[in-house]
């Protein structure tokens, strides 16, 4: 037999190779040179801490007690996998598109980033797996104690040796889990170390079940013979449990912190998903391939009593194979240690992101304003996270006395998380779920969860007396734990998933229905649920465009609009391009962080922007810039950078150039189309009633009079369609003489609106701000007028929300006055932003009164009077901005 | 006469002067002015002509012109159309859509008349 | 009225052969949920002395790892199937950056 000792110095020794791996893989990632780590076959390999002790350890007993059974805890993640094109595919897609760094921060991003429902998934989910971490200690200390031999169990201090066990883990985790915090979450040691681990037991248990199968059973032949010669030889199966333990498998490989963390954070490239949608169940199918032999060899060659949990141990070790059990035990060991390390860092950035460091800001808010590098507290909330996180499995071993009660745990805490479900999946394919809906799924489905499932396992007596359970709480009868409602004879975890999940559901969806969501939550609703329709633009030169959008949305938030504003065009102009968004070049960022930091903490800002942005070009410069080896390399990337940068932006400009001529000449062919309709219309009623004048006898004079007018209003609308026209060309040609001269802003906008409001016929509401300054102009007041009553008519025509608003707003700023409309119609569609200020341009082609003119012309007047006239992006609503120059703004009396 | 027309047509000034020439001989003029909606009004009305302008809110005359050819109680019912887009291209499409006679503004009104007759005379 | 003319013939073909693939993944985890409930019409030794013999477990641990093997064969085939229908327009879109 091998001493513990030897088997302790085995256990160090592979712990030694598994920090200098993932060591080795973090350097090399850091140096850039980390393709290799991120391979689709490192993804699928680290899926498989889904395969824990419990699995490892468990499913031979499993299998020794119940036959088949136990399959169903692979098939549903099989399945789940198998049909990844249903929902992991749109999973990963969000989680990346998001930046989701856990299953709480996906939920609470969808329900409108709520931090209370990101808190109340954070707690569920520590009581939901801690016990489980308990289970997989118990699984090394009891491995551990098979080697030590029934005479010797005193010599082993269980306790003690789980101890050290979780010590081992935590600084595994602490170094491996924390060492870079922006990196998007991702973790390349830890990931290629559970890579290394999941060989180690799959080759483990492939190793025992090929000796068992052809060293003790003599071929495959024999091997079937005895299987249903054993006590497990026939099919028997509860039906229920069958169906339920599938689906609860397959709702808990979804919902699993752990698994979130490898199959969504650390996810490097979706086409990744789509080999492990085959290679993943092919892992689970060679891990439990050997399991049913296992256990018949097991429940035949040893004596009555044994422990099924450990025949993977024992057997060999029975047949004096001590090599093969220790390498089993390393894989049972694998299991274990894998599952703790991904189990613990998910749910510690859960912890420090939605608890600990919400908490930390809003305590220091209080004090002086937050500066400083708020990254180190971060890093530190975190690194405390996963020390509790393990403490509290170690104590829950300790507690739980190591007994009986765990091993029932493995189902139940699947349960547990499986009510994160309704609520994800809803979430990513109904747009009508809400924050409220949710909420009241997660604690209804919780809470069942807890009374049917959690506390019975303890046993009767324990946590919920005897009598509850005979005769339901407060002794009502339809609340007993394991028959609610009064239905009796249902196998308790088939009660406890199928009430829970059923009640979890029910009440997210009436919720949901009855509630009414907030903006913020539609809008990401909305992103989630059409995550692809937005994101396949995010890809090529688009994303460029769409990230700064995202950038521009988020430091509007923090910045307020105006700031933001002036800080993106400032960039904008610096390189050179045109329109309101700049490329996110990495000195942008940077530059971006620095002001965000000023605000918020650095931590937050870089979090934030790194959320943003992503993305592995940002990560690698990081990374780069973070190994500063030398100069040299660090320019040289700098220089290539800036050239990459350029050739972007021209490949951009010459893009954004062909696309505007193609749009123009097409439009130049609808607008020959529209002047001669706009020509002939007021025509044809001149010609017509002027032969009518001309040809009719006897024509009244009041006939006469009223056939004149309409001659002469057709004549004036023919000259003012010329006028525009003329208009346009003169100022397009510099011609145009300016009458300057001075007069209050707030004159020439009141009189815009009494001339605009005049002449029509539709209502708009026009509010302007009482509060506003008296601003003195110095300029060409007729034209500034011809703007605004341009701008005014515009949205009197084009506004189709039920009550038309138009909002006129005026600002000053350090460098120009700006005048801002805001009205509440539909947004003009984005690719048609670029097109409005030019000529001929109409965005509703229904109408036929005007020529398309108008704000080309406005465009040109602004262009003359030094300022400008630009169409912000904003989520609902136009908002046109009218920017003078501060030169033509006199100082306020 | 005592026929009955109806007139599809946006511009104001345009209906009065068509109205104006149509009522002088006798006819029973209405008038339409929304092309989403014309197509009902006109198999509502059964009318004996329809003057129908090639551009109009909410659907063209083109589109109206089609889908009225396409029910076969109205597939000899005289059209004629008006456009002041001056289009060649639109002619075409006009005729082959069915149209009775395709005119282009602005028109001199004794054109509009006599076409007028033509087609109804055609029609009897 | 003369249509522009159509795309050429092995593109059409291309992208509805890549459309037909997408409708067998939607459809692989169904059959393999169909398959893998075919146990629960198993008799088992719990359905009483009148149930037929239950099934011997050697036969059904084959029928369980049949089932899987074939999700898992089908599942390698549409994606290598996917990924050659849908390289040649991949490297387009990539070349576009």
Known sequence: MASVNQLIAVSLGYVAFLFAIAFFAERAAARGRGGWLRSPLVYTLSLSIYCTAWTFY???????????????????????????????????????????????????????????????????????????????????????????????AGSLNQFRAAFWVAFGLAIFTVLFGTRNLNANERHDGVVIAIAVEAVVKLVALLAVGVFVVWGIAGGLGPMMDRIDTSPIGQWNMDR????????????????????????????????????????????????????????VIGLDLMPAGSNPDLFVLTVPLSEGRVGLATLSFLGGFSSATSMVIVATLALSTMMSNHVVMPVWLSARAEGAQVSGDVRDVVILARRASILMIIGLGYLYYRFSGGGAALAAIGLISFAGVAQFLPAMLGGIF?????????????????????????????????????????????????????????????????????????????????????????????????????????????????????????????????????????????????????????????????????????????????????????????????????????????????????????????????????QKLTALSVQKD???????????????????????????????????????????????????????????????????????????????????????????????????HPGEDPVRLMTDLDRLNQVFINLITNAQKYCDAAEPRLEIDVR?????????????????????????????ARINDQDGSGAGLGLAICREIMTRLGGDITLDPTLKGNVFVVRLPQLAALAAQ | MGKHVLLVEDELNIIEAIRFLLSREGWQVDTHSDGATALATIKDMRPDLVVLDYMLPGKSGLDILTELRADPAFQALPVLMLTARGQS???????????????????????????????????? | MTEP?????????????????????????????????????????ADGPDAPAPLAMSDAVVYVFFVWVVLILAGAALWWALRASADPTEGIVRDDR
Request: charged letters at 20%.
């Open chain 1, 58 to 152: 468990g499913a031979v007993g499993y299998a020794a007690r119940s036959g088949m059974e136990f399959v169903t805890i692979y098939l549903g993640p099989s399945l789940v996998m198998i049909g990844w094109w249903w929902a992991l595919r749109k999973l990963v897609r969000i989680g990346r598109v998001h930046r989701a760094t856990s299953v709480a921060d996906l939920i609470s991003a969808r329900y409108g980033k709520s931090n209370l429902l990101a808190i109340v998934v954070t707690v569920m989910a520590v009581i939901g797996v801690t016990p489980y971490i308990a289970l997989q200690l118990q699984s090394v200390t009891l491995s551990l104690s098979i080697f030590s031999g029934p005479e010797g």
């Open chain 1, 240 to 295: 229920s449990r069958w169906v339920a333990l599938t689906a609860l498998s397959a709702a808990a490989f979804l919902a699993l912190p752990r698994m979130f963390q490898v199959m969504v954070v650390e996810n490097e490239d979706e086409r990744h998903l789509q080999i492990a949608s085959w290679a993943f169940p092919l892992y689970l199918m060679l891990m439990s391939l050997f399991v049913v032999p296992i256990a």
């Open chain 1, 430 to 658: 109904w747009r009508g779920a809400t924050r409220w809906g949710a909420l009241a799924g997660l604690v209804v489905g919780f809470t069942v969860w807890v009374y049917c499932s959690l506390l019975p396992s303890f046993g009767p007596g324990a946590v919920l007396s005897v009598a509850t359970f005979d005769n339901g709480l407060w002794g009502i009868g339809w609340l007993r734990p394991l028959a609610l409602f009064g239905i009796e004879g249902i196998d308790p975890t088939v009660h406890a998933v199928a009430w829970s999940l059923t009640l979890n559901t029910a009440v997210f969806l009436i919720v949901s229905l009855v509630t009414f969501p907030e903006p913020l939550e539609r809008l990401q609703g909305a992103q989630f649920v059409n995550v692809f329709d937005h994101s396949t633009q995010a890809r090529g030169w688009d994303a460029a465009l769409a990230t700064s959008e995202d950038l521009m949305i988020m430091t509007q938030r923090i910045l307020g609009a105006e700031e933001a504003q002036i800080l993106f065009r400032a960039e904008a102009r610096r390189q050179g391009v045109h329109g309101q968004l700049p490329e996110p070049t990495q000195a942008f960022l940077q530059h971006l962080e620095r002001e965000l930091a000023a605000s918020v903490g650095a931590a937050t800002a870089h979090a934030m922007i790194s959320q943003l942005v992503g993305g592995a070009s940002v990560s690698v410069q990081e990374l780069m810039a973070v190994a500063d080896e030398s100069a040299q390399i660090l320019e040289y990337s700098n220089r290539l950078e800036a050239k990459s940068d350029e050739l972007t932006r021209t490949a951009r400009q010459l893009r954004e150039a062909n």
């Open chain 1, 670 to 768: 609808a607008f020959l189309s529209q002047i001669s309709h706009e020509l002939r219309t007021p025509m044809t009623s001149i010609r017509s009633f002027s032969e009518i004048l001309r040809d009719t006898e006897g024509l009244g004079e009041v006939e006469q009079t009223k056939y004149a007018s309409i001659i002469h209003g057709e004549a004036i609308r023919l000259t003012r369609l010329l006028d525009d026209l003329l208009d346009l060309s003169v100022l397009e040609n510099g011609q145009v003489s300016l009458n300057l001269d001075t007069g209050q802003l707030g004159d020439v906008l009141a009189q815009s609106i009494l001339t605009a409001q005049a002449g029509s016929a539709r209502h708009l509401e026009v509010v302007r």
């Open chain 1, 812 to 840: 000053r700023t350090d460098t120009a006055v700006e005048v801002v409309f805001r009205d509440n119609g539909t947004p003009i569609a984005p690719e048609a932003r670029a097109l409005i200020f030019e000529k001929f």
């Open chain 2, 89 to 124: 291209r639109d002619r075409e499409m006009a005729e082959r859509a069915g149209v009775s006679r395709f005119m282009t503004k602005p028109f001199s009104n004794t054109e509009v008349m006599t076409a007028v007759r033509d087609l109804v005379q055609l029609a009897q």
């Open chain 3, 5 to 45: 003319s159509p795309p050429p013939v092995f593109l059409e073909r291309r992208s509805y052969r890549r459309r037909r693939i997408m409708d067998a993944l939607r459809l692989l985890p169904v059959a393999g949920v169909l398959l893998w409930l075919l146990p629960l019409f198993w008799p088992t030794a």
